[in-house]
């Protein structure tokens, strides 16, 4: 029934692992989003995809990895975590570029020890 | 890019009384939506109101509404009769409708409510 889910909610792992997030949603949108929040709330876009290409790729640095295997999902995949990493990270959706409100996932919270 | 301000870091309204929250942006573009979202405790960020700029008539849902001045660039939320529930951070978000590939946010105003 969610309408955009995010797994898992919390993450706790070590420096230098490598760790996924998922995201999955089910409202028929064609955009979806990831934002990091940092620890003063600051919400900052990282990548956004449209119809599973991507349009925004912000500076970030490329051991973050995403992938849209279809339009309902969009993955972000860690590489070598490092401490300054941990963060609040959303997954959001659209319908379609200048469209309306987004709908944001509960939010994933890395934890990089 | 567009940017989105929001210059009150914290604010706090006693329970039943009425609050502003501001918010001031930039572009230079005339076909924008404008949205306030709150994220409780919980973290889930939740969408309060939303504004098409094309649109004179001011958003309202339920205790909340806003003040949308095009020309002045501001957007501010109003909550009337605040309840406990309505503690959180509120952020103003802003989107192009013409090239929105992203919601760009302000830095966000804690509100408490006192009992």
């Known amino acids: 029934d969610t309408a955009v889910s995010q797994t898992p909610k919390y993450l706790v792992t070590q420096m230098g692992n490598d760790k996924s997030i998922k995201c999955e949603q089910n409202?028929?949108?064609?955009?979806m989003y990831w934002y990091k929040q940092d620890s003063k709330k600051f919400l900052k876009i990282m990548f956004s995809y449209n119809n599973k290409e991507l349009i925004i790729n912000e500076t970030v640095p490329n051991r973050f990895s995403p992938k849209s295997p279809d339009k309902a999902h969009l993955n972000l995949h860690i590489n070598s975590l490092e401490l300054g990493d941990s963060a609040v990270y959303f997954c959001a959706s659209s319908l379609g570029v200048g469209g309306p409100e987004a709908f944001f996932g509960q939010g994933t919270r890395l934890t990089v020890v | 890019a567009q940017t989105v301000t929001q210059s009150q870091p914290e604010m706090s309204v006693q329970e039943a009384e009425t609050v502003t929250l501001s918010c001031t942006y930039d572009t230079s573009e005339s076909d924008y939506y404008l949205f306030w979202y709150k994220q409780p405790p919980s973290r889930q960020m939740i969408l309060v109101i939303r504004q098409e700029a094309y649109k004179q008539q001011n958003a309202t849902e339920n205790r909340f509404s806003v003040n949308f001045q095009k020309a002045a660039k501001s957007f501010s939320l109003k909550i009337s009769d605040s309840q406990l529930g309505d503690a959180a951070m509120y952020f103003c978000?802003?989107?192009?409708?013409?090239?929105?590939?992203?919601?760009?946010f302000g830095t966000g105003t804690s509100l408490t409510v006192i009992p």
């Open positions: 409202l028929g949108h064609d955009t």
């Open positions: 978000a802003y989107r192009s409708a013409n090239t929105g590939n992203q919601f760009y």
